[in-house]
């Protein structure tokens, strides 16, 4: 027992941490003005999501003839290493423009290659669905399933972190799956993502700029916290674009599940996607604006003084926002802490399978501390390590106040 709590499991700068003083020293992190958690792919699984690897893995499973062809047509370059190297967001970058070179060319496979586009969002969106049955029946939200406890924890203790006075917490994800959105109705916590409205939600960024309040209220609970902003920076399964009106509007779960299980059952390759992906040969166009808007609030929370970002769940293959990680440093009030499963930290030592983590390690700066050793970098172990919410009693506030004057008095 002794041992295990001795055990190294996290990095700031030249300082090892074990697992106590990992937690003091996110509860500390956790009471600065500006904190946001950045999740990945990897933080989904745990409600049911799958890796990008594993959403290849089932592409090449099912639609063998489909991956073939990929690798005849050399959109898989990857392959001369591992099949693992495969990058399916940067893979769909490049068919969407190939589509657009072979519509304009009129090239004879330009049907096949709308079929492989059209199996592989199947298998993204089947992934990002987590559970049908929490999507034909909101009220199964309602009951707190168990597969989204630990999101639910997280949005618990960072909520409850929060200072009188202090800014709601931030999630960032460029996930497409709605764990953050149910776990957060579960326990009847406020989202503000960016869509207004009661039965027509369209976009409009500045509800980023709003937040709650309790009017009747007493005391210091008066300025307590009741919502949360989420930014999610690669699109929604529930975003539904509107050409009409250059906008996007947000749909209820009921309403966008009919029009996934369409696409999902439809051999068409034709039909239009049910969600928004943030394709680069699309970016000028409406999604430009909506993700360019999302993507500036991300920049300028990361440039506010006092600030801490948890990232969780990211495997760190988008050199974009890597880059955008590195240069936030200059941000001298800013704390990155990163959860890096293939991390490995002893006295005196840290290696990292992860080229980008183990060149920000190299820094030694304060300002960064990397969580390893396998399962505690895991999403489920980062949110135990967070403080858990503590009672705000007024009445023993007050007497403790009044016992230091008397104290003073005498």
Request: aromatic share 12%.
């Given at each position: 027992?002794?041992?295990?709590?001795?055990?190294?499991?996290?990095?700031?700068?030249?300082?090892?941490?074990?697992?106590?003083?990992?937690?003091?020293?996110?509860?500390?992190?956790?009471?600065?003005?500006?904190?946001?958690?950045?999740?990945?792919?990897?933080?989904?699984?745990?409600?049911?999501?799958?890796?990008?690897?594993?959403?290849?893995?089932?592409?090449?499973?099912?639609?063998?003839?489909?991956?073939?062809?990929?690798?005849?047509?050399?959109?898989?370059?990857?392959?001369?290493?591992?099949?693992?190297?495969?990058?399916?967001?940067?893979?769909?970058?490049?068919?969407?423009?190939?589509?657009?070179?072979?519509?304009?060319?009129g090239n004879q496979e330009?049907?096949?290659?709308?079929?492989?586009?059209?199996?592989?969002?199947?298998?993204?969106?089947?992934?990002?669905?987590?559970?049908?049955?929490?999507?034909?029946?909101?009220?199964?939200?309602?009951?707190?399933?168990?597969?989204?406890?630990?999101?639910?924890?997280?949005?618990?203790?960072?909520?409850?972190?929060?200072?009188?006075?202090?800014?709601?917490?931030?999630?960032?994800?460029?996930?497409?799956?709605?764990?953050?959105?149910?776990?957060?109705?579960?326990?009847?916590?406020?989202?503000?993502?960016?869509?207004?409205?009661?039965?027509?939600?369209?976009?409009?960024?500045?509800?980023?700029?709003?937040?709650?309040?309790?009017?009747?209220?007493?005391?210091?609970?008066?300025?307590?916290?009741?919502?949360?902003?989420?930014?999610?920076?690669?699109?929604?399964?529930?975003?539904?674009?509107?050409?009409?009106?250059?906008?996007?509007?947000?749909?209820?779960?009921?309403?966008?599940?009919?029009?996934?299980?369409?696409?999902?059952?439809?051999?068409?390759?034709?039909?239009?996607?049910?969600?928004?992906?943030?394709?680069?040969?699309?970016?000028?166009?409406?999604?430009?604006?909506?993700?360019?808007e999302l993507f500036r609030?991300?920049?300028?929370?990361?440039?506010?003084?006092?600030?801490?970002?948890?990232?969780?769940?990211?495997?760190?293959?988008?050199?974009?926002?890597?880059?955008?990680?590195?240069?936030?440093?200059?941000?001298?009030?800013?704390?990155?802490?990163?959860c890096d499963p293939f991390?490995?930290?002893?006295?005196?030592?840290?290696?990292?399978?992860?080229?980008?983590?183990?060149?920000?390690?190299?820094?030694?700066?304060?300002?960064?501390?990397?969580?390893?050793?396998?399962?505690?970098?895991?999403?489920?172990?980062?949110?135990?390590?967070?403080?858990?919410?503590?009672?705000?009693?007024?009445?023993?506030?007050?007497?403790?106040?009044?016992?230091?004057?008397?104290?003073?008095?005498?």
């Open positions: 027992m002794e041992k295990t709590a001795k055990k190294i499991i996290a990095i700031r700068g030249n300082h090892l941490l074990n697992k106590e003083k990992l937690k003091a020293h996110l509860a500390a992190l956790l009471r600065l003005e500006n904190i946001g958690v950045f999740l990945g792919n990897g933080a989904s699984t745990v409600a049911g999501s799958k890796l990008f690897r594993e959403i290849w893995e089932n592409f090449v499973q099912n639609y063998p003839e489909e991956h073939n062809w990929l690798k005849k047509q050399n959109f898989l370059p990857e392959l001369k290493y591992s099949e693992k190297d495969v990058n399916v967001e940067d893979l769909l970058d490049n068919i969407e423009i190939a589509l657009k070179e072979w519509q304009r060319a330009l049907n096949k290659l709308k079929k492989v586009r059209h199996c592989l969002y199947k298998e993204i969106i089947k992934a990002a669905i987590l559970k049908e049955e929490w999507w034909e029946n909101p009220e199964k939200i309602l009951e707190g399933p168990h597969e989204l406890s630990y999101h639910r924890i997280l949005l618990q203790r960072l909520v409850a972190s929060r200072q009188p006075g202090q800014t709601p917490p931030w999630i960032f994800t460029t996930n497409y799956d709605l764990a953050i959105e149910w776990a957060a109705e579960s326990i009847n916590l406020k989202v503000i993502n960016g869509f207004e409205g009661l039965h027509c939600r369209s976009f409009s960024p500045h509800s980023f700029d709003l937040g709650y309040r309790n009017m009747l209220a007493k005391g210091e609970a008066k300025f307590g916290i009741y919502n949360i902003y989420l930014v999610k920076s690669h699109g929604s399964l529930t975003w539904q674009e509107s050409k009409e009106y250059d906008t996007y509007f947000e749909l209820s779960a009921q309403t966008a599940w009919e029009k996934i299980k369409f696409f999902l059952n439809s051999e068409d390759s034709d039909i239009s996607l049910p969600i928004i992906f943030p394709f680069a040969a699309k970016y000028m166009q409406t999604i430009g604006f909506v993700l360019g609030r991300f920049t300028e929370f990361l440039s506010r003084p006092q600030t801490c970002l948890i990232i969780c769940g990211f495997s760190f293959s988008d050199k974009h926002l890597n880059q955008l990680f590195f240069r936030a440093l200059q941000n001298p009030t800013l704390h990155l802490v990163i991390a490995e930290i002893d006295e005196g030592h840290f290696n990292s399978l992860n080229k980008w983590i183990y060149k920000l390690a190299n820094i030694n700066s304060h300002q960064i501390t990397i969580i390893g050793d396998k399962n505690n970098a895991y999403f489920e172990s980062l949110v135990t390590y967070l403080p858990e919410p503590a009672l705000y009693d007024e009445k023993l506030e007050e007497i403790k106040k009044f016992l230091k004057v008397l104290s003073h008095e005498r």
